[in-house]
């Protein structure tokens, strides 16, 4: 492949380049380059290009903000197509986003009209089309509890589709997508919002309750919940800022687990011996099966990995044990070195295995 091809070079109406550099478009800001990057800013461009690939079988990799990958130091031998479509159609409490739309601003777009239901979702980063594919959650909300429906591409069907909320198989950062991730690229996403005069959705996160000097079921004036969980992902460097090397992340790097009762006791021994009988793990009741969900970020500090660990140019946020960071001058392999490493000293002290968040692409940990 001619190195000389960083140049763009315009297939009316699509953008592509060759040899092009993957690394800028994802938030670690870590990868090599792909074989070739399509931006697509229509549904009709992304459709076209997903055939292309699927009837040359052509590798295809589809970004959105790239705030959820992990890409190999090779890069992508094959077809990297960036979603860049817009359009934010608000009727109602009915909310449609492009898959392309930047999800951050989507929110604020929300919160302005006076809708509930995804405002403790603000400061996250990447695109309003990936929201379905891991249930993207934060601070007591999730976007299953307001998707009415997506529209996606079926690779298999070869045809759009329009699937319910319910058709989509959510559950805990996870769906009937990121199940079958080779079958369905997303096109746009619709919300059933709710309009409670200016008010959130009560609140239902403990911690976003004390900030906010309320109880949990309280409902609070849509900007102040807002602000309010703005600054709180701010104080964890779960809000991008290029000037702040906590945020060259993916967010949370691993799920919270969830375990079975047998499994949940075993990890009670496993913590009263290596921290003392009094000593309490968090737990929330996960389903109506009697699983339970801990918090990765609990098992990670108390393996030892505190805030700020790492002995090289990827490390720990100084700010969240949960997010693994690119201090500036990092590879992947010097993030998944230190993915790995958290995972093993999790295990031999807990016995959990941690599952990463992010998608990996060429590499696994």
């Given at each position: 492949?001619?190195?000389?091809?960083?140049?763009?070079?315009?297939?009316?109406?699509?953008?592509?380049?060759?040899?092009?550099?993957?690394?800028?478009l994802?938030?670690?800001r870590?990868?090599?380059?792909?074989a070739?990057?399509?931006t697509?800013t229509t549904d009709?461009?992304?459709i076209?290009t997903v055939r292309?690939?699927?009837?040359?079988?052509?590798?295809?990799l589809v970004?959105?903000?790239?705030?959820?990958?992990?890409?190999?130091d090779?890069?992508?031998?094959?077809?990297?197509?960036?979603?860049?479509t817009?359009?934010?159609?608000?009727?109602?409490?009915?909310?449609?986003?492009?898959?392309?739309?930047v999800?951050t601003d989507?929110?604020?777009r929300t919160?302005?009209?006076?809708?509930?239901?995804v405002?403790?979702?603000a400061?996250?980063?990447?695109?309003?089309?990936?929201?379905p594919?891991q249930?993207?959650?934060?601070?007591g909300?999730?976007?299953?509890?307001t998707?009415?429906e997506?529209v996606a591409?079926d690779?298999?069907?070869e045809?759009?589709?329009t699937?319910?909320?319910?058709e989509?198989?959510?559950?805990?950062?996870h769906?009937?997508?990121?199940?079958?991730?080779?079958?369905?690229?997303?096109?746009r996403?619709?919300?059933a919002?709710?309009?409670?005069?200016?008010?959130?959705?009560?609140?239902?996160?403990a911690?976003?309750?004390?900030?906010l000097?309320?109880?949990?079921g309280?409902?609070?004036?849509l900007?102040?919940v807002?602000?309010?969980?703005?600054?709180?992902?701010?104080g964890?460097?779960?809000v991008?800022?290029?000037e702040?090397?906590?945020?060259?992340?993916?967010?949370?790097?691993?799920t919270?687990?969830?375990l079975?009762p047998?499994?949940?006791?075993a990890f009670?021994?496993r913590?009263a011996e290596?921290?003392g009988?009094?000593?309490?793990?968090?737990?929330?009741?996960?389903g109506?099966?009697?699983?339970?969900?801990?918090?990765?970020?609990?098992?990670?500090?108390?393996?030892g990995?505190?805030?700020?660990?790492?002995?090289?140019?990827?490390?720990?946020?100084?700010?969240?044990?949960?997010?693994?960071?690119?201090?500036?001058e990092?590879?992947?392999?010097?993030?998944?070195?230190?993915?790995?490493?958290?995972?093993?000293?999790v295990?031999?002290?807990?016995?959990?295995t941690?599952v990463?968040?992010?998608?990996t692409?060429?590499?696994?940990?």
């Open positions: 492949m001619p190195s000389s091809s960083h140049r763009a070079r315009t297939l009316e109406p699509v953008q592509e380049l060759h040899d092009a550099p993957l690394a800028p994802t938030t670690f870590l990868g090599g380059p792909a070739r990057l399509v697509a009709d461009e992304v076209a292309e690939a699927d009837a040359t079988g052509t590798p295809l970004i959105g903000g790239g705030s959820n990958l992990v890409i190999g090779k890069g992508f031998d094959g077809t990297a197509l960036r979603i860049a817009t359009g934010f159609v608000l009727d109602g409490t009915r909310l449609e986003l492009a898959a392309g739309e999800w989507a929110v604020a919160v302005e009209a006076g809708l509930a239901g405002e403790c979702l400061g996250i980063p990447g695109s309003a089309g990936a929201t594919i249930n993207v959650g934060a601070y909300q999730e976007v299953s509890a998707i009415a997506v591409y690779r298999r069907a045809e759009t589709v699937l319910t909320g319910a989509c198989a959510f559950s805990y950062r769906s009937r997508f990121k199940a079958d991730p080779d079958r369905y690229v997303v096109l996403v619709r919300f919002l709710e309009d409670a005069d200016g008010l959130s959705a009560p609140v239902r996160y911690e976003t309750a004390r900030a000097g309320v109880e949990v309280d409902r609070v004036p900007a102040t807002r602000e309010t969980v703005l600054k709180l992902r701010a964890k460097g779960m991008l800022d290029p702040d090397h906590d945020t060259w992340s993916a967010g949370s790097f691993f919270n687990p969830i079975d047998d499994a949940y006791d009670l021994a913590v290596r921290l009988a009094d000593v309490v793990p968090p737990a929330f009741p996960a109506d099966d009697g699983r339970i969900k801990t918090s990765a970020a609990w098992l990670i500090d108390k393996a990995f505190t805030k700020g660990y790492g002995h090289g140019p990827a490390r720990i946020s100084t700010k969240h044990t949960l997010a693994l960071t690119n201090r500036g990092a590879t992947t392999e010097d993030l998944l070195a230190l993915a790995r490493e958290v995972v093993a000293g295990r031999d002290a807990f016995g959990i941690l990463n968040e992010p998608v692409v060429g590499v696994s940990i």
